[in-house]
């Protein structure tokens, strides 16, 4: 047989493929790809129940019960089964563990978002994901060792970010992103006082508003996370355990306070917030850890025309663009300007009272996860 020139570089890629398929077997080694691809995973046959954490009734860690027997749930129209690799913490589990957000009903599944790979596709439009993606996703029941997500709130993840940083980025990283952009549009040379700022959203702040060019103030409890917060982008430093925050962001802002306060703290740095807004400045108050801020005057936002904002991330992202756009805006930052990742620690599933307890009692810098 004759092969023509156009044949033979054919042939021979041909050739070197199947030569490589065979010893790939012989020596039990899988053939090498990317880092993070999302094809990379071998599919499983999907177990009849999963492992979860779940509540019956609403207090204190006590009330989180590990479970093993939980019947493995159906994607349903317009959602995908994912096993997750990577599980988030978040003050939102606490939430509705402890009452002060009502459960829909109980048994309750807790958990906001995860990544891993999709096992089984539901009905209907799943924008375009297929089996054996990597992706990460925001969804009810995430502390599981398999969630039915909805499609609309899934992304694949970039090659170049792994799973378990796609995990620890996507409500944390997307609160922050879409406070700069909306909560309040942040521009270069603003300054922004930043309120815990070593914890998980407070560092993605700081790490984001540096890259945006912004000025950031930042308030901790101890030296060491301040140094922390100065790692991650904050330019000057308030030590609230001994310092005045009103007196110190006074003094860096020449009187004139801050264009936009974020405070995930809420009851107990609300007032001290509104103190240190700058005229015709912006008032994000986005959490509850040291508990409900109590119900506010409104007059009290005339004296410098100051507008006061209580978001919720879900607001920001609720069309598949939305959700779309700052998410691939988020995984840019991470991979272009090498944002830092920064993972506390990884507890087991069946560890997430420990984790709990940790995230409420102000132990950890960075982004608890739950890995089943």
């Not at 009290?300 to 998410?327: A, C, Q």
């Not at 993972?343 to 997430?352: F, G, I, Q």
């Amino acid at each position: 047989m004759s092969l023509t020139a156009r044949q033979l570089p054919q042939l021979a890629r041909r050739t070197a493929v199947s030569r490589l398929s065979h010893l790939s077997s012989h020596l039990n080694i899988s053939p090498l790809r990317a880092p993070f691809s999302s094809k990379s995973y071998a599919m499983a046959p999907l177990p009849s129940t999963v492992a979860a954490v779940q509540i019956g009734k609403t207090g204190g860690i006590e009330v989180l019960e590990y479970k093993t027997d939980v019947p493995v749930p159906k994607p349903k129209e317009g959602e995908v089964l994912v096993k997750n690799e990577y599980i988030g913490v978040n003050y939102i589990d606490t939430y509705f563990r402890s009452g002060l957000y009502p459960a829909p009903s109980f048994p309750y599944t807790l958990g906001r978002e995860a990544s891993g790979v999709v096992t089984a596709v539901g009905s209907g439009n799943v924008h375009n994901l297929t089996v054996g993606d990597r992706v990460a996703y925001l969804s009810t029941s995430a502390y599981a060792s398999y969630t039915a997500a909805p499609a609309l709130h899934t992304i694949k993840i970039p090659d170049e970010i792994s799973t378990q940083d796609a995990a620890a980025a996507l409500l944390q990283g997307l609160t922050a992103l879409t406070m700069i952009r909306e909560g309040h549009h942040v521009r270069k040379g603003d300054f922004i006082l930043v309120h815990a700022a070593a914890g998980g959203v407070g560092l993605w702040l700081c790490q984001l508003l540096r890259s945006v060019g912004a000025r950031v103030i930042a308030t901790a409890s101890t030296k060491e996370k301040l140094d922390l917060a100065k790692k991650n982008g904050a330019e000057f430093l308030v030590n609230y355990s001994h310092e005045d925050v009103k007196e110190a962001v006074m003094k860096h802002t020449n009187g004139a306070g801050c264009i936009a306060v974020l405070d995930g703290v809420g009851k107990s740095t609300f007032d001290q917030s509104l103190e240190c807004v700058a005229r015709k400045g912006t008032m994000v108050s986005y959490g509850n850890a040291s508990g409900a801020v109590p119900p506010v005057t409104i007059a009290r936002l005339s004296g410098k025309n100051v507008k006061l904002l209580r978001p919720t991330l879900f607001n920001y992202i609720t069309t598949r663009d939305e959700f779309e756009t700052y998410s691939n805006e988020l995984f840019q930052f991470v991979s272009r300007d090498k944002l830092d990742v920064r993972v506390h620690e990884v507890y087991p599933l069946s560890e997430s009272a420990r984790a709990q307890e940790d995230l409420e009692a102000r132990k950890t810098t960075g982004k608890l996860l739950l890995k089943p």
